[in-house]
């Protein structure tokens, strides 16, 4: 067992900490990359070619900032509004908003971002003409390559994310308090700032860090919108840097210069994250006396709220489906008229898509990449997590487990990055360089979703069942295969779907690492959809091929969740009735054959009750438990 888990820290150091290291060397020895050139030299010179163009250099920090820092706050906005009139008020539409708001987390990004730019055209694009229909409109009512398009469509897009983050904080947020407020005289507003958001700060920070860094990793939106407004921003920067044009060589090293300064940033923010929610349980106001989540009456309100969901629900769902949708049954883009459904309209890119083999080969290479990819981080986490759960804590536990969860602060744009520098140095030795399985590898690196799932996970597992094991004769590898494993299953399936949807649905990573024979299916969607891909290029086979991508992830992923729960409720019918009840056939339940570990269970706890039964007072009690 300490084997087991010496090899999981190991794999886990070696998808966080190598790559990131390469990429610090990479910044101080260049220009190009660091081994295997007879150029490369130790020294600053990327920096100080990074200070010479002070004028980039602060208007990529001007403008990443305004890009992330307003998407951020315009998301966190969008999502609380959405997050309060679920759970905290009267709306009648309550359960349907929680549903449809998750509906842009399943659609993919690079799809969410094509649905955009195409109900945004200038001349076609449907929201477009729905705004032209209003008299204080001009004829382009919205610029798409605005970089306020840019900051809005961004916010859109990352809605979903705090919204669930949100919705546990106010379900657990006691409404008492808001109440007494209001009995003493307080306003609404009053209330607001004075109860409710100092309740709530700590946690809301928390959601605002994250979201931050989400937004500085995202490739998307920046790619498909801001090659003219955008060309600033951090991730598209360091994309076009080490994109080789007509002529140029890649500037590996003046990217790993850009890629350092901003992780220092988000070690930043994660720092921040970090101190908000060491103590937010100073905050907390659930308890075993008189919890209650009270409800707010919206009243005359709930008209403009009403009004407020449905405008979030057109802009999110159903406009960029039905603009996707449009695009794929048009030959070319036209604006939507009655007149152009009857006569414009085929259904041909559906058949096309479906015949394309590149189509198929694309999507068993996301399969292959996002599942591989989820193996590795459950496994390596769940191993790690219950070695660190079940030590003793220490300055070293403590790192490893600080370090363990630190994916979160590595943006995917410089996660892509470092992995990629990392292959082409190793490249040499172990030619993996734009292969399938450099991908596999590149999308294991969001293990801290895992591991903090299975070490949550784990301190809920009493330690007396290992304990019974270890007293049965089993050893620690044993002990955690057969009784530690089987109980954890469920959370470490739950997170192992969750990371295979987010590998489904990656773009950023494949947008560095990928190449034609390797590319996943996002990749490929992207290539049709880009104008600059030559003979690949076909909007409306792209815009259905978006469409059947966002039909199978929703098909695996609610598939995939089907199957553990039917798997859930097999296990669960298996086991023996309570006494008295029977089995569902009538006859009397039938215990399962006992095995060591069990029996030892049983009496492990039996002997401590008796120990505790014998104790005189509260003190000798923990005392006799404790020898126990």
């Known amino acids: 067992m300490t084997a087991a888990m010496i090899v999981a820290g190991v794999v886990i150091f070696l998808l966080l900490a190598v790559p990131l290291i390469v990429q610090v060397i990479t910044a101080f020895r260049g220009p190009f990359l660091p081994f295997g050139v007879a150029s490369a030299q130790w020294g600053v010179s990327n920096f100080v070619t990074l200070w010479e163009l002070r004028e980039d250099f602060w208007s990529v920090l001007g403008a990443t900032g305004a890009f992330v820092g307003g998407s951020t706050l315009l998301s966190l906005l969008m999502a609380f509004g959405l997050a309060w009139v679920?759970?905290?008020?009267?709306?009648?539409?309550?359960?349907?908003?929680?549903?449809?708001?998750?509906?842009?987390?399943?659609i993919p990004p690079i799809v969410k971002a094509q649905a955009y730019l195409l109900m945004v055209s200038p001349e076609t694009g449907v929201l477009n003409q729905l705004l032209r229909l209003l008299p204080w409109t001009g004829d382009v009512p919205i610029d798409p390559y605005a970089f306020g398009t840019l900051i809005l469509i961004q916010a859109l897009t990352n809605v979903t994310f705090p919204y669930l983050m949100i919705v546990p904080i106010l379900t657990n947020m006691d409404g008492s308090l808001e109440e007494s407020a209001r009995a003493s005289g307080a306003s609404w507003g009053e209330t607001l700032r004075r109860v409710t958001l100092p309740m709530l700060w700590p946690g809301l920070l928390g959601v605002a860090v994250l979201t931050f860094i989400l937004g500085l990793g995202s490739?998307?939106?920046?790619?498909?919108?801001?090659?003219?407004?955008?060309?600033?921003?951090?991730?598209?920067?360091?994309?076009?840097?080490?994109?080789?044009?007509?002529?140029?060589?890649?500037?590996?090293?003046?990217?790993?210069?850009?890629?350092?300064?901003?992780?220092?940033?988000?070690?930043?923010?994660?720092?921040?994250?970090?101190?908000?929610?060491?103590?937010?349980?100073?905050?907390?106001s659930v308890s075993g006396k008189g919890f209650r989540p009270t409800t707010m009456?919206?009243?005359?309100?709930?008209?403009?709220?009403?009004i407020g969901v449905a405008i979030f629900i057109l802009l999110t769902a159903v406009l960029p489906l039905f603009a996707l949708f449009w695009a794929a049954i048009t030959p070319y883009p036209i604006a939507f008229s009655f007149t152009a459904l009857v006569e414009q309209t085929q259904f041909g890119s559906f058949a096309a898509v479906l015949a394309d083999g590149e189509f198929w080969a694309s999507l068993g290479r996301t399969l292959v990449i996002a599942g591989g990819s989820a193996t590795i981080a459950c496994v390596a986490a769940t191993v790690l997590a219950y070695g660190i759960a079940r030590s003793t804590s220490t300055w070293w536990t403590r790192a490893v487990d600080l370090f363990?969860?630190?994916?979160?602060?590595?943006?995917?744009?410089?996660?892509?990055?470092?992995?990629?520098?990392?292959?082409?140095?190793?490249?040499?030795?172990?030619?993996?360089?734009?292969?399938?399985?450099?991908?596999?590898?590149?999308?294991?690196?969001?293990?801290s979703i895992a591991y903090r799932a299975s070490y949550s996970a784990t301190l809920q597992i009493r330690t007396e069942l290992e304990e019974a094991a270890l007293t049965s004769g089993a050893s620690r590898l044993a002990t955690f295969r057969r009784v530690i494993a089987p109980l954890l299953l469920p959370t470490v399936l739950a997170v192992w779907i969750q990371v295979f949807i987010l590998g489904t649905n990656e773009f950023t990573l494949p947008a560095f690492l990928a190449t034609p024979e390797s590319r996943p299916l996002s990749m490929y969607v992207y290539a049709m959809i880009n104008p600059r891909s030559a003979q690949l290029y076909a909007p409306d086979q792209g815009a259905a091929m978006a469409l059947v991508f966002t039909l199978l992830v929703f098909l695996i992923g609610y598939g995939l969740q089907w199957a553990?729960?039917?798997?859930?409720?097999?296990?669960?019918?298996?086991?023996?009735?309570?006494?008295?009840?029977?089995?569902?056939?009538?006859?009397?339940?039938?215990?399962?054959?006992?095995?060591?570990?069990?029996?030892?269970?049983?009496?492990?706890?039996?002997?401590?009750?008796?120990?505790?039964?014998?104790?005189?007072?509260?003190?000798?009690?923990?005392?006799?438990?404790?020898?126990?």
């Open 219 to 284: 490739l998307e939106v920046p790619l498909l919108f801001g090659q003219e407004s955008g060309r600033s921003i951090f991730a598209l920067k360091l994309w076009t840097l080490i994109s080789s044009n007509a002529g140029e060589l890649p500037q590996y090293g003046l990217a790993a210069a850009w890629g350092l300064v901003f992780l220092v940033i988000t070690t930043i923010a994660f720092a921040v994250y970090l101190r908000a929610t060491r103590n937010a349980e100073r905050g907390a």
């Open 86 to 106: 679920t759970v905290r008020t009267d709306f009648p539409f309550r359960r349907v908003i929680g549903v449809l708001v998750i509906v842009p987390y399943i």
């Open 297 to 306: 009456k919206l009243g005359a309100w709930r008209i403009p709220v009403a």
């Open 564 to 628: 553990v729960s039917l798997r859930a409720i097999g296990r669960a019918k298996r086991r023996p009735g309570l006494p008295g009840l029977g089995s569902r056939s009538g006859k009397p339940p039938v215990a399962p054959a006992p095995d060591t570990i069990s029996i030892a269970a049983q009496e492990h706890q039996e002997h401590r009750a008796r120990t505790k039964l014998r104790t005189p007072d509260a003190a000798g009690s923990e005392r006799s438990v404790s020898r126990s």
């Open 404 to 447: 363990t969860s630190s994916s979160v602060a590595i943006p995917a744009t410089i996660a892509g990055f470092a992995m990629f520098l990392l292959f082409m140095v190793i490249n040499p030795v172990i030619p993996i360089a734009g292969t399938v399985l450099a991908l596999v590898i590149a999308y294991s690196y969001r293990v």
